[in-house]
Every structure is written in C-alpha cells, then in structure tokens.
C-alpha cells in the first residue's frame, strides 16, 4: 500500500515550491510606488479570499466523497449477494466478502485474477460468447 505523506509535509513541499517560483520571479518590492504596493497587497488579499473559499469547497467535496464512499461500502460490501467487479480484459478488480466465500477462496487473493478462472472449463466458450457479445452490444 502507498504511503502518504501527512499535512505538515505536503504543506512544507509546497511552501518550498512556491519559494522556489518565486525566486525565479524578478520582483523589486523596493522600486513600487505606494499605489503599487497598495495594489499588490489588495490583490494578494483578495487571492488569499480565493483561495479561503477554494479550501472551504473542498472540504465541502471531501465530506461528500467519504458520505458517498461509506454508501458505497454499504452496498458493495455489506450485499448479501456476491459482487465482483471486472476490467475490460476480465480481470478482477474489486470483490465482495460474500462473492469470495462463494467462491471458496480469500478475499485479497481474487483481486488481479482472471474471472475466466472460477467458471467451468465447459462453460467457458459461453462465459465468452457472451462477454463479447455484452461489449458489442453495451446491453
């Protein structure tokens, strides 16, 4: 599993990258008029506003996401049927714990196989037809 970086890394990254642009930025604070540094710092005020009211919206965004991912889980998860989630190659992506015990295997140990794998060798060439058929015809 990838590790992330926690908050006050990711900030610090950030403060060194936009130090770093703006190093690279020829700006003479000493040579502006007042006008100019008044406009400079109404604009920077306003940006900061901006970027107050861009955080707050995301904040908003993630609280839906997690809403949206628990009602997610709810129904994939908790189903009392079994759900497997396939690629367009027939790879299993995602499964449910109720489709892993259908199929007598753990639940970790599905995700990456082929589908192709838990139907019988007879009903494979119908398993086919009918994934060809469904991709055709996106019915």
Known sequence: MKTKKNMPEKVS???????KKLAQSPANIEMMTQEETQRVLHELRVHQVEL???????????????AARASYFDLYDMAPVGYVTVSGKRII??????????????????????FSQFIFEEDQGVFYLHWDKLFKSAE
Do not use: C, F
């Open 13 to 19: 990254e950030l403060r060194r990258q936009a130090e």
């Open 52 to 66: 107050e009211m861009q955080n707050e919206e995301l904040r908003r965004s993630h609280l839906e996401l997690e």
């Open 93 to 114: 992506l995602k499964t449910n714990l109720v489709a892993a015990n259908l199929l007598g295997v753990i639940r970790d140990s599905l995700v990456k196989r082929p």
